[in-house]
């Protein structure tokens, strides 16, 4: 990197909050948060699944059920992952303007469909700062639109989005040996919510960062969203190395409701996403069979999660 593109990307993050600098190659001032019309007010995290499906969903199975591709809106405010596949279940009249990555495999993470709904703020890790400018860079010549504000954000380190406040945590999954992959721990008024795609099992130092490893407890965690790439019957699956199973999903339920580390109002279900088109039955025979709490999300499914 030289000096004049390390001056106009570089970010760092202090005391626990990420801050951001633009790319000076676009022009671009870091935007200024808009008057959120958006964004709902509410006290709990609301969760809208804009797809649930893994890498292997391209349109209807032959049971004539379809998943897109995995991604969330929170608050309708925000997002985690997008691709092209998710543009027709974002609200009527919602348009976020930041998007956050887990990583950088093409089932989460399209530059030009985020730059086609008006994305003005892009959070990533810094492992592919450099990746990702070339990618919106591309993108943005292509379809003769801004290039975006490219922000990192690190494991550990915070980001303030109104009155919610999202924690990149480190994940367990593969795309190179150079990038390293994060889910997202969100916190709002007491709710605390984790988001963990794609990912084998919650490592250790993410666990730590949330507060809920074996050594020190911190403040449980009251809400989770977790992959299940693997359904019921596939635990042996080799994608179990970078990816989680309905058993992998509940038995770490298990584990932090035990001790004390999950504490989710009552009722609330543990919801799994990214499932594999060739590893699921249909959602009536998740419904039936998945064991409690477990519940498989669907398309277009709107969870507020709240505090005890």
């Known amino acids: ?4 593109t390390f001056l106009g990307t570089a970010a760092v993050a202090t005391a626990g909050l990420a801050t951001q600098a633009p790319l000076a190659a676009a022009g671009l001032a870091a935007p200024k948060r808009k008057d959120k019309k958006n964004a709902v007010k509410q006290d709990g995290i609301l969760v809208r699944f804009l797809g649930t499906g893994a890498a292997d969903w391209n349109g209807p199975d032959d049971r004539g059920e379809h998943r897109r591709l995995s991604s969330v809106l929170i608050d309708n405010d925000f997002l985690i992952d997008f691709t092209a596949t998710a543009k027709d279940m974002l609200p009527a009249g919602v348009r976020p303007r930041t998007i956050f990555y887990t990583h950088s495999h093409g089932d989460h ?3 030009k469909a985020a730059l086609e709904i008006g994305i003005e703020q892009v959070y990533l890790s ?8 070339r990618d919106f860079r591309k993108a943005s010549e292509e379809l003769g639109l801004p290039m975006p504000v490219i922000s990192t954000i ?10 919610l406040l999202v924690t990149a945590i480190p994940s367990n999954h593969f795309v190179s040996f150079e990038e390293q992959t994060q889910m997202y721990l969100l916190e709002k008024n007491g709710a605390r919510l984790v988001y963990a795609t794609d990912t084998g099992g919650i490592p250790c130092k993410a666990a730590q960062i949330v507060g809920i490893d074996g050594h020190s407890q911190g403040k449980p965690i009251t809400g ?4 299940a790439t693997m359904g019921i019957g596939y635990d042996d699956d080799f994608r179990l190395y970078t990816h989680s199973s309905v058993a992998t ?15 989710p109002p009552e009722g609330q279900p ?3 996403t990214h499932m594999a088109r060739t590893l699921h039955g249909t959602q ?5 069979q998945l064991p409690a709490p477990l519940k498989a999300a669907h398309d277009g499914l709107e969870v507020v999660f709240k505090a005890v």
């Open 270 to 272: 543990v919801y799994l």
């Open 284 to 288: 009536a025979e998740l419904d039936a």
């Open 154 to 163: 690190s494991p550990g380190s915070s980001v303030r989005m109104g009155d």
């Open 126 to 133: 810094e492992t592919i700062l450099q990746k990702g400018i």
């Open 249 to 263: 999903v509940h038995q770490i339920y298990r584990v932090l409701q035990s001790t004390g580390r999950y504490t």
């Open 1 to 4: 990197m030289d000096r004049r």
């Open 224 to 227: 989770l969203i977790m992959e």
């Open 109 to 111: 993470y399209a530059p």
